[in-house]
């Protein structure tokens, strides 16, 4: 019985598996089975493929056409497999020769024209191809911009499947990919247009050194949101390997840009509070789609109106703060994403939240209860609490120029550059990211300069997680100082920086 096969990519969150598509043809009533757990979405594949092969002038077999994407116990979903599907009919029909297909990764959609439609997730495709050792690829013309970011894999786009076949007869050629693209560089907002506020400017600029989290708390209109948007023009460029993990995410998701599709510097993410826990995290049918927290991934994670979100919301971020990836389980599996980002919380203290805290309406329980959306352990891992105060005058800055935040990030480089080497060694390359055992066993500190933290800890102001999170921000204090270990004062800083609540 006529026999042929091609290769496709099954995508589960960002890692991707090589798919191998047999066609069989038999005899029998016409029909086509498709096998290998096929979504909604895949088992409808055989009706599109029909008519876009016949609708290209290529000629669909009679008889009983079996389908087998293996591995067969993966779960397969989506339309990405529709043309390698129609070249292994066509194979096993003869109406193409198979020769070209060995060793290469189809990915589209087709439409029951012959067109041939982007599909998501074309980048981390690729990228699972690659590892597997296939040598080329072809994927929909209107992704070329973002296949043509893998290197060391021949890639080539097509429009129309007849362009396909014409390509497999050698009588054809396929689109090339364009030149990269390079990123327009958008002018970041800076720090200089932050008027007064120097203690959550200061913050700002110790969460930038060593990658903490923050909490921004003050009446409307002091600077909040101005401040955390500032922040990502202070953290240094995503390295190569970063900028294809964060570009990834951006593909399964589907909101690359055309112009641009790899990103090189952190992104912003702020939803909005009405968002849900699914969109939040990740979630949806089948097999979860990433959520905000992982199209923040090496970023900033900026949640406005932190108490509006609700405590379910707000507290399923606790594991992922820890671990840096989200895992989310589905009865078909499950689904890990990456999720290592800098949380920035900004709030009222008070329902009413009124410009000066004289003003108050709201009795002390109103004010308890709508703190307490923040929960302490989720506080706990945050390791930078800041309260801005209302502006007194205006006038009183006029005289003072603000520092842009090039000069700030000049600090801020600085400053990571003496962690990464520090860190090196031990594979970490920011202070946020140490384990506390490591800092406590292998460089630790004189019982003088943690005395603070002891007593601390005896009146149960902190906890043991609070302890090491203060240890990282008194390392990322020494590193902005130009210091070689921290002493008693950045210990303390450290301390006062939890210390401050949004009571």
């Known amino acids: 019985?006529?026999?042929?096969?091609?290769?496709?990519?099954?995508?589960?969150?960002?890692?991707?598996?090589?798919?191998?598509?047999?066609?069989?043809?038999?005899?029998?009533?016409?029909?086509?089975?498709?096998?290998?757990?096929?979504?909604?979405?895949?088992?409808?594949?055989?009706?599109?493929?029909?008519?876009a092969v016949r609708n290209s002038g290529q000629p669909w077999p009679d008889g009983k056409i079996t389908l087998a994407l293996s591995p067969a116990?993966?779960?397969?979903?989506?339309?990405?497999?529709?043309?390698?599907?129609?070249?292994?009919?066509?194979?096993?029909?003869?109406?193409?020769?198979?020769?070209?297909?060995?060793?290469?990764?189809?990915?589209?959609?087709?439409?029951?024209?012959?067109?041939?439609?982007?599909v998501r997730g074309v980048l981390p495709g690729l990228l699972a191809a690659r590892a597997a050792g296939h040598e080329r690829a072809i994927v929909p013309a209107e992704s070329l911009y973002e296949a043509a970011l893998v290197d060391g894999l021949e890639v080539a786009g097509a429009s129309r499947l007849a362009d396909l076949v014409a390509w497999l007869k050698d009588e054809g050629e396929l689109v090339a990919p364009p030149p990269p693209a390079v990123p327009a560089a958008e002018p970041a907002p800076d720090l200089a247009d932050v008027v007064g506020q120097p203690e959550a400017r200061w913050a700002v600029e110790v969460a930038a050194a060593g990658g903490h989290h923050l909490l921004l708390t003050g009446p409307p209109g002091v600077g909040k949101t101005l401040l955390a948007q500032r922040l990502p023009g202070l953290l240094p460029d995503l390295s190569p390997e970063e900028s294809l993990q964060v570009t990834a995410i951006h593909s399964v998701d589907g909101s690359l840009s055309r112009s641009s599709p790899l990103v090189t510097v952190p992104p912003f993410v702020a939803p909005h509070h009405s968002i849900t826990t699914a969109a939040l995290i990740g979630g949806g049918t089948g097999l979860a789609a990433p959520g905000a927290i992982s199209r923040a991934?090496?970023?900033?994670?900026?949640?406005?109106?932190?108490?509006?979100?609700?405590?379910?919301?707000?507290?399923s971020l606790r594991t992922v703060l820890e671990e840096g990836e989200v895992r989310i389980s589905r009865a078909k599996g499950v689904v890990r994403y990456p999720a290592r980002f800098q949380l920035v919380l900004a709030t009222n203290p008070c329902p009413c939240a009124p410009p000066r805290e004289a003003d108050c309406t709201c009795s002390v329980t109103a004010r308890r209860r709508y703190?307490?959306?923040?929960?302490?352990?989720?506080?706990?891992?945050?390791?930078?609490?800041?309260?801005?105060?209302?502006?007194?005058?205006?006038?009183?800055?006029?005289?003072?120029?603000?520092?842009?935040?090039?000069?700030?990030?000049?600090?801020?480089?600085?400053?990571?550059?003496?962690?990464?080497?520090?860190?090196?060694?031990?594979?970490?390359?920011?202070?946020?990211?140490?384990?506390?055992?490591?800092?406590?066993?292998?460089?630790?500190?004189?019982?003088?300069?943690?005395?603070?933290?002891?007593?601390?800890?005896?009146?149960?102001?902190?906890?043991?997680?609070?302890?090491d999170r203060c240890l990282r921000i008194a390392w990322t204090l020494t590193d902005l100082a130009g210091l070689p270990t921290p002493d008693g004062d950045q210990v303390t800083a450290a301390l006062n920086f939890r210390e401050r609540t949004a009571a």
């Open 1 to 51: 019985m006529p026999h042929a096969k091609s290769w496709s990519v099954a995508l589960v969150g960002i890692d991707g598996r090589v798919v191998e598509i047999e066609a069989d043809l038999g005899g029998g009533l016409s029909r086509v089975t498709l096998v290998g757990l096929p979504d909604a979405g895949l088992r409808e594949a055989k009706d599109r493929v029909r008519s």
């Open 73 to 118: 116990n993966l779960p397969k979903m989506g339309s990405g497999y529709d043309l390698g599907i129609a070249a292994a009919v066509l194979a096993a029909t003869g109406a193409v020769p198979a020769t070209k297909l060995f060793h290469t990764i189809l990915l589209g959609e087709l439409a029951l024209d012959g067109r041939i439609r982007p």
């Open 297 to 315: 991934h090496r970023g900033v994670l900026f949640l406005d109106e932190a108490c509006e979100y609700g405590s379910q919301k707000l507290d």
């Open 371 to 467: 703190l307490a959306r923040l929960s302490g352990p989720l506080l706990d891992r945050v390791d930078l609490r800041v309260r801005l105060r209302p502006l007194t005058a205006i006038s009183a800055h006029r005289t003072i120029t603000p520092e842009t935040s090039a000069i700030v990030r000049e600090r801020v480089l600085a400053a990571r550059d003496r962690a990464r080497h520090r860190w090196q060694p031990h594979g970490w390359r920011i202070n946020s990211e140490v384990p506390g055992p490591v800092l406590r066993r292998d460089f630790p500190l004189p019982a003088s300069t943690t005395a603070v933290l002891d007593r601390a800890l005896d009146r149960g102001l902190l906890t043991a997680r609070g302890a």
